[in-house]
């Protein structure tokens, strides 16, 4: 049973930084693409950031140059590292695993950026 447990959130100010952690299991992570969504109250799930199993990365255009996702195949993680949060940051964020039209994710963990 494939299952992904996210980690990191929580209350940061304006401008501060957090660190996003996603540990997969139950299945080879060598070969997910994996991906960060947030969904903010009222409003559509949204791609955040994502990085194939070769390692390219994509980012939507309103993190980029504050956001950075990686992986690590061995330890079977992917985080993302956010920088220069801004009030509009706030959202539950999720991991997303995928391979071919299999999709898993995890549970969501809260991020709230004070102004």
């Known amino acids: 049973q494939v299952q992904l447990v996210e980690s990191g959130g929580g209350l940061v100010q304006a401008g501060g930084s957090l660190r996003l952690s996603c540990a997969a299991s139950g299945i080879i992570f060598g070969i997910l693409h994996m991906g960060w969504y947030r969904q903010a109250p009222g409003k559509q799930r949204e791609l955040v950031a994502a990085?194939?199993?070769?390692?390219?990365?994509t980012y939507t255009d309103s993190v980029k140059g504050r956001f950075t996702i990686s992986r690590d195949n061995a330890k079977g993680t992917v985080d993302l590292q956010m920088n220069s949060l801004k009030p509009e940051d706030t959202s539950v964020y999720y991991c997303?695993?995928?391979?071919?039209?299999?999709?898993?994710w995890g549970q969501g963990t809260q991020v709230s950026v004070s102004s």
């Open positions: 997303k695993a995928q391979f071919l039209s299999h999709e898993y």
């Open positions: 990085v194939a199993p070769g390692g390219t990365t």
